[in-house]
């Protein structure tokens, strides 16, 4: 996948803290290169909007998402955890 707008640095930079933060959880060393990733989620992401945690919050910790009446509030923790909370 080619990487030409800033979304998609967003997006990549976003996997690449995915993966490496798993790796780091379960002690193991990544065993394929991202692209290969990549390559293996491209069906899935060219089924679902994707949007990357930092984009959405552009660049703070917070960001609130309305769904009809209701206000939601998305927040990344200290942990690198996402929180969804009415």
Same mark, same amino acid.
């Given at each position: ?24 959880? !379960? ?6 290169? %991202?692209?290969? !990733? ?32 209701? %206000?939601?509030?998305?927040? %990344? ?10």
């Amino acid at each position: 996948m080619s990487i030409s707008s800033p979304l998609n640095a967003t997006v990549q930079a976003d996997l690449d803290l995915v993966v490496d933060n798993y790796c780091s959880s !379960v002690g193991k060393k990544k065993l394929m290169a %991202i692209d290969s !990733v990549e390559e293996q989620m491209l069906p899935t992401l060219k089924k679902l909007p994707t949007y990357g945690a930092k984009s959405l919050t552009k660049g703070l910790d917070q960001a609130q998402i309305i769904l009809g009446d209701q %206000i939601y509030t998305l927040r %990344i923790t200290r942990a690198g955890k996402l929180l969804l909370t009415k």
